[in-house]
């Protein structure tokens, strides 16, 4: 069964920055899709970064510009660079992967942005 395991939260000021990682227990994770969801308190989870196997990228809006997702196959790990953080991208973040009907999720880290 896939695992997942998030590292790299934090406390961080406003305009600070930090780097998220994931780090899947597969042998097939050059080929899968990665995606970085958060939810805040009382809200929806969203999606925030997504990296397929081949390597393209797509952001939400609300952080284009500002995060960065990779990946490292050799490592098994995709990441989150954060920067310009602000206060609204306090939250739990989580890595998911899907392999065809299941969904995988890691624990998540929390990451919260405050003065």
């Known amino acids: 069964q896939l695992q997942l395991v998030e590292s790299g939260g934090g406390l961080v000021q406003p305009g600070g920055f930090l780097r998220l990682s994931c780090t899947a227990s597969?042998?097939?994770?050059?080929?899968?899709?990665t995606d970085w969801y958060r939810q805040a308190p009382g809200k929806q989870r969203e999606l925030v970064a997504r990296?397929?196997?081949?390597?393209?990228?797509d952001y939400s809006d609300s952080v284009k510009g500002r995060f960065a997702i990779s990946r490292d196959n050799a490592k098994n790990t995709v990441y989150l660079q954060m920067n310009s953080l602000k206060p609204e991208d306090t939250a739990v973040y989580y890595c998911n992967m899907n392999i065809g009907p299941v969904h995988y999720w890691g624990q998540g880290t929390q990451v919260t942005v405050s003065s």
């Open positions: 990296i397929a196997g081949g390597g393209t990228t």
């Open positions: 597969t042998s097939i994770f050059s080929l899968l899709t």
